[in-house]
């Protein structure tokens, strides 16, 4: 089968590009499968006098991986992988019992507050945010990041 041929010439190295442009595991598996669809549907219109068929099959895993990276779902997962961690790192401070993650939020201004809820618990991203707030996209990064700061030091004195 022609299909099996080039799965299993090109499926690692295609691999390497998916999981390199995501950063995800798990979502480069399903990615490479969507892309040998792709490959499988679209071999008609591979033309080898433009280029290689590695070069070729390069640019579909290339965009499809791009495509899933800028979608919202996977934006979303990455919101909820990062609120994963960062609970999980919060689980390794001791007074745990005693602070729970949304007291710990509540300590901060009332804008910290609100961001990092925008942000980890409701899955908006800085955009989202930017959008929702009518505050520049620039603004919502740096202060963000004061934010986060501020949470890391409240965190350190649990």
């Known amino acids: 089968m022609a299909l099996e041929y080039l799965y299993e010439h090109y499926s690692a190295a295609l691999y390497g590009i998916i999981v390199r442009t995501l950063g995800d595991e798990q979502t480069a598996e399903e990615v490479l499968q969507d892309v040998f669809i792709k490959i ?4 008609d219109s591979f033309d080898s006098s433009k ?5 070729w099959m390069y640019r579909i895993a290339r965009n499809t991986a791009i495509d899933t990276r800028r979608s919202k779902e996977f934006k979303i997962s990455l919101t909820s992988i990062a609120l994963d961690s960062f609970v999980d790192n919060l ?20 804008s910290c507050t609100k961001l990092i809820k925008m942000n980890f618990f409701m899955g908006y991203t800085h955009k989202d945010i930017s959008e929702q707030l009518l505050i520049p996209l620039g603004t919502i990064k740096t202060r963000m990041r004061a934010c986060m700061g501020k ?8």
């Not at 280029?51 to 070069?55: A, D, Q, R």
């Open 40 to 43: 499988w549907e679209q071999i």
């Open 51 to 55: 280029g290689k068929l590695f070069t």
């Open 91 to 110: 689980g390794k401070h001791k007074g745990e019992e005693e602070h729970g993650l949304k007291e710990i939020v509540n300590q901060l201004d009332a």
């Open 151 to 158: 949470l890391r030091n409240i965190m350190e004195k649990i």
